[in-house]
């Protein structure tokens, strides 16, 4: 009985130890560079589809509101604006 | 059993010389031999569209004060060369390639943004670092680089 709990902790410690281990580098290797961001610079990767339609969009949202603004943060994708 | 065995090394040979040559081919830029003019380095890629703003500029630049010690040097950074050549044959440039695939100088300079661009006195010193591009900052660059321009070592 003894021995079968042994090898029960065992098995929990190495997976609790794989947890702790994915948990810790999982992230490690985050972080596109400014010149790794070709895919993400492709229109069809755009948050933004139809930029003109987005813009009338935020034209009629802030003549009704009174205010614009909010929707995120614009750019090509580059990291340079 | 032999019969499957030299295929497997030659195998492993060549894979070593695609890895060797790979190696081989990393992109090196001197910046030393630049000594005595102005050096623009400036990083871009086909998929940037700031970077296909500022090739004409450079050009310009180029032709503009390339007698009097201007060299520009444009570090392509696309992955692939075929894309960069595809966007040369669009926007021809008249100074010297550099391919960067890896982006290995990519990362000796630090890239914060792209385009990126480094000036470099006659010194070799670091002058500007300028991140993106604007057509409305062109007449700033270009006075920095007269500057420079005019500076004797």
Known sequence: MNRKMGIHAGKVAGIVLALACAALTGCSSLGVKPWEREVLARDDMQLDANPLDTSLDDHIYFSKEGTSGGRGFGGGGCGCN | ?153
């Open chain 2, 1 to 153: 059993m032999p019969s499957l065995f030299r295929p497997a090394l030659a195998g492993i040979f060549m894979a070593f010389l695609a890895c060797s040559a790979a190696m081989a081919a990393q992109p090196e830029l001197d910046l030393a031999q630049y000594h005595g003019r102005v050096l623009v380095v400036d990083f871009w890629a086909s998929w940037c569209k700031p970077c296909r703003q500022s090739m004409p500029w450079l050009n310009e630049l180029r032709a503009r004060y390339g007698e009097q010690g201007l060299v520009i040097i444009g570090v392509n950074v696309d992955a692939e060369r075929a894309d960069a050549e595809r966007f040369l044959r669009d926007v021809p440039v008249d100074f010297e390639i550099i391919y960067d695939g890896q982006g290995t100088l990519a990362q000796k300079f630090g890239l914060q943004a792209m385009p990126s661009t480094f000036v470099y006195d006659r010194d070799g010193k670091l002058a500007h670092t300028l991140y993106g591009f604007r057509e409305a900052r062109r007449a700033e660059h270009e006075s920095q680089l007269q500057e420079l321009l005019a500076r004797k070592t």
